[in-house]
Every structure is written in C-alpha cells, then in structure tokens.
C-alpha cells in the first residue's frame, strides 16, 4: 500500500512537471537542464503516463497589431470667442441647453 501511493505521487509529480513544460515553451532538453531532470527520465515518465498521447504544445499568444487603424471624421464645430480672448470649440450637436448654461456658468465669473 505505500509503496502505490509513493508511485501515485511520483506520477502526480511528473504529471505536473508535463503540464509546467507544456506551458515553458522550452525544448525538452531546455526544460530538463533548467529543472535538474534527466531528459532520458522525461521520455519514459512521459511515455509511461501519457502513453502514445502527446502533450499538445501550448500556443503562443496571438501579438497586438503595433497600429490600430481608426479613420477620423471631421464633425462640424462653432467657436465662441469671449472677450477675453478665451476661444471654445463645441460640436455643433451639443444640447442647446448645455451650451446656455455653459455661457451662464462663465458670465457669473
């Protein structure tokens, strides 16, 4: 009996190292050296686990595109100009109301 679960956690141990090696993207002599194992080891743990099933390889991540393409549309503006110079630029579909209390908001300083 204890001797089957030492064999049992021996297996667990190589099947999580499979899983860690599947995720590296290292080489299987990479993964190995990096690790202390014995490539010869990781054949037969591998073959004895996993039988003629082959761990898939993990895909790397798809890269971002360096630019995304955007088009840009001029949208129609109005400018009040204030007697101070201060200039300000609104679309023309701002809400009439919010455009009023904006010019409120700016007489009252």
């Not at 064999?7 to 990479?30: M, P």
Request: with cysteine.
């Amino acid at each position: 009996m204890a001797r089957s679960r030492r064999d049992e956690a021996k297996a667990q141990l190589w099947r999580d190292r499979f899983t860690q090696h599947q995720h590296s993207g290292l080489s299987v002599r990479a993964f190995c050296t990096q690790h202390g194992l014995s490539e010869k080891q990781f054949y037969v743990w591998r073959r004895n686990l996993l039988g003629s099933r082959r761990p898939a390889k993990a895909t790397p991540p798809t890269p971002l595109p360096a630019f995304v393409p955007i088009r840009l549309l001029a949208e129609p503006t109005a400018e009040i100009t204030f007697p101070s110079e201060l200039v300000v630029t609104l679309p023309l579909a701002t809400d009439p109301t919010l455009v009023t209390r904006f010019l409120a908001a700016v007489r009252a300083c």
